[in-house]
């Protein structure tokens, strides 16, 4: 089960970011049928690949897994910037949100 997702969120984000998968190999390090025995179900990537996965598509490992979110690298930029503010501006972009989802 969990491997069948690992293999078909590597392959929907790969064609998202309109890559092959000998494209992606290359990109990564590897010989050209790496990302097809992934996709095909010959191979899973050992953690530090699915690292390096992670990072080929700019997404946290967290970001890899949640399927729900539309634009996590979008998401995580307004989270970077909330971190940066002092706390009375955090408390009004919070009431400005909560006013926005009514």
Do not use: W
């Not at 990564?28 to 050992?46: C, D, E, F, T």
């Amino acid at each position: 089960m969990y491997e069948d997702f690992v293999r078909e969120r590597i392959t929907q984000l790969r064609l998202k970011k309109g890559v092959s998968e000998y494209q992606m190999s290359y990109d990564l390090g590897h010989s050209r049928g790496y990302v097809y025995n992934i996709s095909s179900g010959k191979a899973l990537p050992p953690l530090k690949e699915f690292f390096s996965i992670c990072e080929y598509f700019e997404l946290t490992p967290h970001q890899f897994f949640d399927t729900e979110t539309q634009n996590p690298k979008l998401i995580q930029m307004i989270v970077d910037g909330v971190y940066k503010l002092r706390e009375e501006d955090q408390i009004i972009l919070l009431s400005f949100i909560n006013r926005m989802l009514k």
